[in-house]
């Protein structure tokens, strides 16, 4: 009997204490990325706590402060959406100048079907005073920052208007099964269209303010800055950029000649993906890619392909730029910060032909 070994892709260690690995994007199949190979990203060391008594407890500009079982968030109206999370700091390695910060390349993005419910049904329950404007996210997971000797939660906050965004959802299910611990497990925020920071993993409590949170990951971290030295002009980092990545043929490939169907994904924060363009010539000459949009899917990334029949040998850059219907088109340099969010540059290889 003839053994043959199955060959399959793995995650990209970019750290290991915290972990922070990409998925292998380019290696992936179908629309949903499987938990093991779901990019993770992590600020601390993973939280230990014990789920048997897990609660989220909300309080502040409520009416009624309360605490929500585990059992309870379970037994309440839920929804599946399909979202992408990508990671602010995605493409990271690609700025020019270089800047510090976790080098991602194009794998800190993934996307799947998460199952949880409406935050707003929540507070149904607590009510919202009129002075609320935010609301405060922190979780289980803390340590120290680089830039303090002091022991800090992962907190985030939300405007009350996205906070009440029907498809903002406390999620517990991922694919079909309970979120991986790695991954949040029990109970973790999905913010669809933001960067995945806003989406806060391990849930401790939820707490409404009347002013503006100004906690170091919202303040600090997750700002650009687009000046190298100066704080001026800075902003903060929320709605994800429209974006694509060229899966195949990878970057550097050797290829023979014939037909190729070179293929990718793009996604954006705001509307939905209205054209996705190629370049064989490295941006001289543009042609339209196919993809299929689904508006029951607007918060995931689409697939596009193109066929391309090469018959002359040589080098080729080949490009790609997707445009949403907010009219938001990828540009050809990004707008470069000093802290790596954001990439969102016409995606390019060069491939050679023999």
């Known amino acids: 009997m003839k053994f043959i070994p199955v060959v399959r892709p793995y995650l990209t260690t970019r750290s290991i204490l915290p972990e922070n690995q990409e998925t292998p994007i380019s290696f992936t199949e179908g629309e949903l990325i499987?938990?093991?190979?779901?990019?993770?990203?992590?600020?601390?060391?993973?939280?230990?706590?014990?789920?048997?008594?897990?609660?989220?407890?909300?309080?502040?500009?409520?009416?009624?402060?309360?605490?929500?079982?585990?059992?309870?968030?379970?037994?309440?109206?839920?929804?599946?959406?399909?979202?992408?999370?990508?990671?602010?700091?995605?493409?990271?390695?690609?700025?020019?100048?270089?800047?510090?910060?976790?080098?991602?390349?194009?794998?800190?993005?993934?996307?799947g079907y998460w199952k949880g419910v409406p935050l707003r049904s929540l507070f149904q329950h607590t009510g919202l005073r009129e002075s609320a404007t935010e609301v405060v996210f922190e979780g289980y997971d803390f340590g120290k920052r680089k830039d303090s000797n002091s022991i800090h939660n992962f907190v985030r906050s939300l405007p009350i208007g996205k906070a009440l965004h029907p498809d903002t959802i406390i999620a517990y299910e991922y694919n079909g099964k309970p979120i991986p611990f790695k991954h949040g497990?029990?109970?973790?925020?999905?913010?669809?269209?933001?960067?995945?920071?806003?989406?806060?993993?391990w849930?401790?409590?939820?707490?409404?303010?009347?002013?503006?949170?100004?906690?170091?990951?919202q303040s600090v971290d997750y700002v650009y800055y687009p000046d190298k030295e100066k704080d001026d002009g800075k902003f903060p980092v929320t709605t994800m950029n429209v974006n694509s990545t060229i899966q195949k043929p990878l970057d550097m490939e050797i290829l023979d000649t014939g037909s190729y169907e070179v293929k990718g994904i793009a996604w954006t924060g705001?509307?939905?993906?209205?054209?996705?363009?190629?370049?064989?010539?490295?941006?001289?000459?543009?042609?339209?890619?196919?993809?299929?949009?689904?508006?029951?899917?607007?918060?995931?990334?689409?697939?596009?392909?193109?066929?391309?029949?090469?018959?002359?040998?040589?080098?080729?850059?080949?490009?790609?730029?997707?445009?949403?219907?907010?009219?938001?088109?990828?540009?050809?340099?990004?707008?470069w910060n000093r802290k790596g969010y954001g990439y969102n540059a016409m995606d390019r290889i060069k491939v050679k032909v023999e």
């Open 203 to 217: 849930i401790k409590q939820l707490i409404v303010i009347k002013n503006k949170f100004t906690g170091p990951f």
């Open 34 to 111: 499987s938990d093991l190979l779901f990019y993770r990203r992590n600020h601390f060391a993973y939280p230990n706590f014990i789920s048997n008594f897990y609660s989220i407890p909300i309080s502040g500009a409520v009416g009624l402060p309360k605490s929500f079982t585990l059992q309870e968030i379970l037994t309440l109206p839920a929804k599946t959406i399909k979202v992408v999370l990508e990671c602010a700091g995605n493409k990271r390695a690609f700025f020019d100048p270089k800047v510090f910060g976790e080098q991602w390349e194009k794998g800190a993005i993934s996307q």
């Open 185 to 201: 497990y029990p109970f973790r925020l999905i913010v669809p269209e933001w960067y995945a920071m806003a989406s806060v993993k």
């Open 270 to 335: 705001k509307g939905m993906i209205a054209k996705v363009e190629i370049s064989m010539d490295g941006g001289e000459n543009w042609n339209t890619c196919d993809f299929r949009a689904n508006s029951s899917d607007k918060y995931g990334w689409v697939s596009w392909n193109y066929h391309w029949s090469i018959h002359q040998k040589g080098e080729y850059t080949i490009m790609v730029r997707a445009t949403d219907s907010e009219n938001r088109m990828q540009p050809e340099t990004p707008l």
